[in-house]
């Protein structure tokens, strides 16, 4: 049997991290025809890299780059030359086998990627069934050009390169992400990831999901979701369960069907998930998630003023937030929300709009996540905007230094200063520049966590600690 060995470059622990679900995806749908090994860098950050990929001896190697930049105006923290100068580099010195990339990072800017790291081939989009036709091509000396969305090292590529082909997922091995990787070192920060569908069929314009999911939701049945999500927890225990879909209760009516699956099981286990739709929230909603063992949601209604949300094509107004944010109180579900100042018709009464909602409906005890400027990521209908605009130039590449959008009607310092002026009076308003806590802060979180034994999401211990730190004039 070949021997195929892939490697998540993915170092990122904020906010917490994240096991590579698409790389163990990936190894599942090889794992019959071909011996796999995943080298995950999360927690190694590439120390024993080169003597693991030595020992395995490869036929073949995969890089996932899941991130690009962390999407913080500010900070600009660009991931990719520590990813070159940590991981593809060192390999490319002791082995010529071919390097084969991919993963959501690589699926946004593949052009870039494969210039900056000289790969050999690239693949675009999900990929269980095109790696698995390349590596095939690759053992028989077979003809590649059919394969679709795959990208060949020096060779020119259209922008009609990415055709999506619309799988059908419910046919894909969900096997388990701890049968490919120690999963041990995620127990207490992370959570053991759970896809329920691909595909998004909202058109938010700034949003990369359509892009690389395609524009249709295609769902995995909830029978085998919740079962995925038994035997995970009979292998690993009481840990906590992330749903990494686009939107969680979309389309209607399947996240009701798999929480009811899992509340069949019986079984004791906390859940969370992001992007919830405020459009289709309902009491009957979120009962079943209460009862299925959500612990906590993220709500990233990105504004809570009409204006925006019109102009951003969220699908929901104002009343349908608002809604949303009576239900969380009503069930007391601990929430992290998210909003995005300075996108197109983002202006001074705006923004106070999204500040009143905030503090009309939001629990104090929850945390708003204030972040400045939209990235642009090619193929949106933002980067469209920016061009029309003028504040970008037709084809320019946004990939590096990451660009994001402020809208004319209201500039970044002038965002910049709102920002930190709202969060001042409101200590659960953290400005995005803020959002990686001093190790500090970390620390005494987990010190007080396991010292009380408190169960409540980490977001809401740090919350606490940061209201003390206020008083104490320590931030
Ligand atoms: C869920 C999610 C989160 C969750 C993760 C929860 C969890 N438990 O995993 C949370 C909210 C924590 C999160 C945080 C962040 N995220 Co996020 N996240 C996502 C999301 C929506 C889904 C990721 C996922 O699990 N997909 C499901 C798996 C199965 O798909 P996949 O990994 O892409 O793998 C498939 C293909 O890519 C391909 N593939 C993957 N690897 C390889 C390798 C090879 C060799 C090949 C051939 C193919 C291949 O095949 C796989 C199977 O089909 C994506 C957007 C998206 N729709 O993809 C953003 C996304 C990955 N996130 C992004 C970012 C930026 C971040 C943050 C940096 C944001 C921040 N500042 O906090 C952090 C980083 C966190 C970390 N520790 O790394 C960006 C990355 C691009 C960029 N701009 O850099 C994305 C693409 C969203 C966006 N803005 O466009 N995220």
Redesign the pocket.
């Known amino acids: 049997m070949k021997k195929v060995f892939?490697i998540n470059t993915?170092t990122?622990?904020?906010?917490?991290?994240?096991?590579?679900?698409?790389?163990c995806?990936?190894a599942s749908s090889l794992d019959d025809n071909y011996n796999v090994k995943i080298y995950d860098g999360?927690f190694d950050e590439g120390t024993h890299l080169i003597s693991e990929l030595l020992t395995f001896d490869p036929d073949y190697i995969?890089?996932?780059?899941?991130?690009?930049?962390?999407?913080?105006a500010d900070r600009q923290?660009f991931?990719v030359d520590k990813i070159i100068s940590d991981f593809i580099e060192p390999v490319k010195k002791v082995t010529s086998v071919p390097i084969?990339?991919?993963?959501?990072?690589?699926?946004?800017f593949p052009e870039e990627l494969m210039v900056r790291t000289s790969a050999d081939y690239?693949?675009i989009?999900?990929?269980?069934e095109?790696?698995r036709y390349?590596l095939k091509c690759l053992d028989n000396g077979g003809d590649i050009s059919h394969i679709p969305n795959i990208i060949v090292a020096n060779s020119k590529t259209s922008e009609n390169i990415f055709q999506y082909i619309y799988r059908d997922i419910a046919k894909l091995k969900f096997s388990g992400i701890d049968r490919h990787i120690d999963f041990r070192p995620y127990v207490q920060r992370?959570?053991?990831?759970i896809?329920t569908k691909?595909g998004?069929s909202h058109g938010c314009i700034y949003?990369?999901?359509p892009v690389?999911?395609g524009n249709r939701f295609r769902m995995r049945s909830p029978v085998g979701i919740a079962d995925e999500i038994e035997e995970a927890h009979k292998r690993l225990g009481e840990i906590m369960f992330?749903f990494?879909?686009?939107t969680f209760n979309d389309p209607e009516g399947h996240a009701e069907a798999i929480c009811r699956e899992i509340i069949k099981k019986k079984i004791k286990i906390r859940l969370r998930t992001?992007?919830i739709n405020p459009r289709h929230t309902s009491e009957e909603l979120f009962n079943l998630m209460r009862e299925a063992g959500f612990t906590q949601i993220?709500a990233t209604p990105d504004s809570a003023s009409s204006t925006v949300l019109e102009k951003l094509d969220k699908g929901f107004n104002r009343e349908e937030i608002e809604k949303m944010a009576l239900l969380i109180r009503k069930f007391d579900l601990p929430t992290m929300w998210f909003f995005l100042f300075g996108g197109p018709g983002e202006d001074e009464q705006t923004f106070r709009e999204t500040i009143d909602f905030i503090d009309k409906f939001v629990n104090p005890d929850d945390l708003v996540y204030m972040t400045a400027g939209l990235?642009i990521?090619p193929k949106t209908p933002l980067y469209s905007i920016a061009v029309d605009e003028g504040k970008i130039k037709p084809g320019q590449s946004v990939f590096y230094p990451?660009v994001f959008y402020f809208s004319g009607t209201m500039e970044k310092p002038r965002i910049d200063h709102l920002i930190k002026e709202a969060s001042k009076t409101r200590p659960n308003c953290i400005p995005?520049i803020e959002?990686s806590p001093p190790p500090e802060m970390m620390k005494e979180a987990i010190e007080l966590r396991t010292n009380k034994n408190l169960n409540e999401p980490m977001f809401r211990t740090m919350l606490r600690i940061r209201k003390d730190w206020m008083k104490k004039g320590l931030l």
Not at 190 to 193: D, E, M, Q, V
């Open positions: 892939l993915n990122e622990k904020s906010p917490y991290p994240v096991p590579p679900l698409g790389l995806l990936l999360v995969g890089f996932s780059i899941r991130n690009i930049d962390d999407i913080v923290v991931y084969i990339l991919g993963g959501s990072g690589f699926s946004i690239g693949i989009g999900e990929a269980e095109s790696f390349l992370g959570a053991y990831s896809q691909r998004c949003c990369t999901y690389l999911e992330e990494v879909d686009s992001m992007g993220d990235r990521y990451p995005a959002t």
